[in-house]
């Protein structure tokens, strides 16, 4: 059974019962779920989740899903976290891990936060749903929407991933491109949801994506063996990967779940050097962003000009102690290149951003080499074939080398 008693606006505070079909509050600012994390903490420890399902659904309790008939599932979560250690030593943090996110359905983070937001929209009898995507949370919504017979329509710039535009397509859901980014797919796509009533599930403007998301904060605990990491580095575009992972840990420490005393992992926010509008409010004091003006990135999925949790973000990198990085292309596209040479993992661009973001962190000294320091890839390098073009020599019939 699930937990949940309510939503709460992250903004203002103002609650709703949980039970009605919302997007924002009355102030616009996004609804975070709640929970009875006291009878939750009675109900379970730790232990019993062992023989669970090896997917994000064993956290059953403190996912937002009344009913298990609607549990719509791919098999997304309990992704590996792996020693990365050649590419640590490399870096001076031998005690680097990387939570590989790419092997999960439709090869990205996004299925975490689609099979939790499209499991809960069929629980609440929504049929339709629309969004602005810069491509894989497209393609993930578009498959679970496709399992649980929902309609899904997205609007994406036009230079969004051809993987992503085919596997939506694919999957059934009407999609269209638009000239221009993500901010302008997503006025288009709520002029829209106005206009023929359907259910709007940008980012943050649902409930229910970040309760998928901050799964992720439960698994690295768990396989650490309920210890957290010193450090957790993550791409930063809508943010709502690291504001559920802060979530996850609060909740984790509400129930007492991890050890008495456990102190909360750094939290650091990487965005691209041609979008970083979170590093910029960061490092200036601010409590919001400003719209960052013709943002550009080999990462697309960190191309996010304006974010609408962007608070939270500052707010979860400022209350662990974290920081923020800006991360040049290049240093993105070494970063790729040095953990697919030295591991064998070829990664999202967003992921390898990561990779230059720790360099850049241990230079400074802000990482010691003692550190555990988890970067979190997002996704699949698979998904994105036109970032590395390789010139091959090609041989004749005859030939030998």
């Not at 498959?143 to 329509?153: D, N």
């Not at 694919?170 to 221009?180: L, N, P, T, W």
């Not at 901050?214 to 698994?219: A, I, L, Q, R, V």
């Not at 974290?322 to 040479?341: F, K």
């Amino acid at each position: 059974m699930t937990y949940m008693t309510h939503l709460e606006c992250a903004r203002c505070g103002r609650t709703y019962d949980a039970d009605q079909i919302m997007n924002l509050c009355a102030c616009c600012g996004p609804l975070l779920v709640r929970y009875d994390l006291k009878a939750a903490a009675a109900a379970v420890r730790p232990a019993d989740l062992a023989g669970r399902v090896s997917s994000l659904w064993r956290y059953r309790e403190v996912l937002p899903v009344r009913s298990d008939e609607h549990v719509v599932t791919l098999g997304e979560g309990m992704t590996p976290l792996l020693s990365v250690r050649r590419l640590g030593e490399s870096l001076g943090l031998p005690n680097l891990m990387l939570k590989d996110e790419g092997v999960n359905p439709t090869g990205t983070f996004k299925a975490r936060g689609s099979a939790v937001g499209m499991s809960r929209a069929r629980e609440l009898g929504i049929r339709k749903v629309a969004m602005p995507t810069n491509g894989n949370a497209g393609g993930a919504w578009s498959a679970y929407g496709a399992r649980a017979g929902i309609e899904v329509t997205l609007v994406m710039p036009v230079d969004a991933p051809a993987m992503s535009v085919l596997e939506a397509v694919a999957v059934g859901a009407r999609a269209y491109m638009v000239r221009g980014q993500i901010t302008d797919a997503g006025a288009i796509v709520a002029r829209s949801a106005k206009a023929h009533g359907w259910f709007e599930a940008a980012t943050l403007k649902e409930p229910y994506r970040i309760e998928g998301k901050k799964t992720m904060g439960y698994e690295i605990a768990e396989q650490l063996g309920w210890r957290l990491p010193d450090a957790i580095l993550y791409p930063t575009g809508g943010g709502v990967g690291i504001i559920g992972i802060y979530k996850a840990i609060r909740e984790m420490m509400a129930m007492g779940w991890l050890p008495e005393g456990a102190r909360m992992p750094r939290l650091v926010a990487v965005q691209a050097a041609g979008c970083a509008p979170i590093v910029k409010a960061f490092h200036e004091g601010r409590e919001a962003s400003e719209r960052w003006e013709g943002a550009e990135t080999v990462a697309q999925g960190i191309r996010v000009p304006k974010a609408l949790g962007d608070f939270l973000v500052l707010e979860a990198v400022r209350a662990t102690g974290g920081t923020c990085v800006a991360v040049p292309d290049e240093d993105t596209l070494w970063g790729l290149q040095q953990i697919s040479r030295t591991e064998g993992l070829f990664i999202c661009p967003e992921g390898a951003s990561l990779v230059g973001a720790a360099r850049r962190l241990r230079e400074q000294g802000w990482l010691q080499p003692e550190d555990r320091v988890v970067l979190l890839n997002t996704g699949a390098g698979i998904k994105y074939p036109d970032i590395l073009r390789p010139e091959l020599p090609v041989l004749e019939k005859d030939a030998t080398i």
